[in-house]
């Protein structure tokens, strides 16, 4: 058996940037992050064990400041707290800040503003709420929706993968033809990293075990992305959820996480696969030959 590491995979620049602010200013300060800081719990855990608190109301909030998660927020939120008295940080990823400038300059060229994306999601909210109109899109039943514009300027939350946006781009110009359709790629480059090297992986594997937030999109999208090429994909949050079951009969296993995950967390998943690996080499070995045949290693 062999394990098999995606070739990007796990936290972006972007989430670490935004630990570690949170952890400096906490050295100096209570902090409250309002929100989910990112999506995955252990991170969370972690910030919370280190004395800051997480609050998802603004009213809320006891210390005098308070940190703007890496989704970002709207200009209209970030007024709505500093009303409140509070001194407001923001962790919000650069390549989110981008998006949102890209958003305001289509408004502002004169085009009807279409978000790519999830419309519950953190990031998608901020994108939006200073737009006094707008369409969120996700699958083509949605584009189905839409009502003829004669500009259409489209972006996409940072996490959504590329492929998926052109795909939903070239709809909306086939619907609409007489329409002017312009597209600003959002994407974040570590999303089409590790897109482009899930893809790879899964090609390769019978078996792929994803690491990442219950509520993280660019896992989710990870895992949808890496089922499309193989039949076995498993999303997880740390080892505790993985079952030695769905590795039976696979001869290459793949790992690859979401830019939210710890690395202690996908080394920890990875040694709980070679520990795997090497106790059904083992059993093999055992049953073939005796107790005498040292067990064979496993290839990380």
């Not at 890496?70 to 007024?79: K, N």
């Not at 998608?124 to 737009?131: C, H, M, Q």
């Not at 003829?148 to 939350?157: D, H, L, V």
């Not at 696979?250 to 040694?271: H, N, R």
């Amino acid at each position: 058996m062999r394990i098999l590491r995606a070739e990007h995979l796990g936290m972006c620049f972007g989430v670490r940037d935004a630990i570690a602010m949170a952890l400096k200013q906490a050295e100096s300060e209570p902090l409250t992050i309002l929100g989910d800081l990112v999506h995955n719990d252990t991170v969370l855990a972690d910030l919370e064990a280190r004395g800051i608190t997480l609050e998802q109301r603004a009213d809320r909030v006891r210390t005098r400041t308070v940190m703007v998660t890496a989704h970002g927020a709207s200009e209209r939120a970030l007024r709505r707290t500093r009303a409140l008295g509070l001194n407001v940080l923001e962790a919000t990823c650069p390549l989110v800040h981008v998006a949102h400038q890209a958003v305001a300059k289509l408004v502002r060229d004169g085009f009807h503003p279409v978000i790519i994306g999830r419309r519950d999601h953190v990031e998608v909210r901020g994108l939006t709420e200073d737009l006094g109109e707008f369409d969120i899109i996700l699958g083509e039943e949605d584009v189905l929706q839409l009502r003829k514009r004669p500009r259409f300027g489209i972006a996409a939350q940072t996490t959504q993968p590329i492929d998926k946006a052109r795909h939903l781009v070239g709809l909306i110009r086939r619907r609409f033809p007489d329409s002017e359709v312009r597209f600003v790629d959002t994407v974040c480059r570590p999303t089409k990293q590790r897109q482009h090297a899930a893809v790879e992986l899964a090609q390769q594997c019978d078996v792929i075990v994803v690491i990442g937030g219950a509520n993280s999109n660019n896992t989710r999208e990870l895992v949808q992305t890496c089922g499309r090429h193989c039949s076995q994909v498993h999303h997880i949050q740390t080892t505790t959820d993985l079952d030695p079951a769905w590795f039976v009969g696979a001869a290459t296993m793949g790992l690859t996480a979401g830019t939210s995950t710890p690395d202690a967390v996908i080394d920890a998943v990875e040694a709980w696969l070679l520990d795997h690996c090497r106790r059904a080499a083992s059993v093999r070995s055992h049953a073939q030959f005796g107790p005498a045949l040292l067990p064979a290693s496993c290839k990380p």
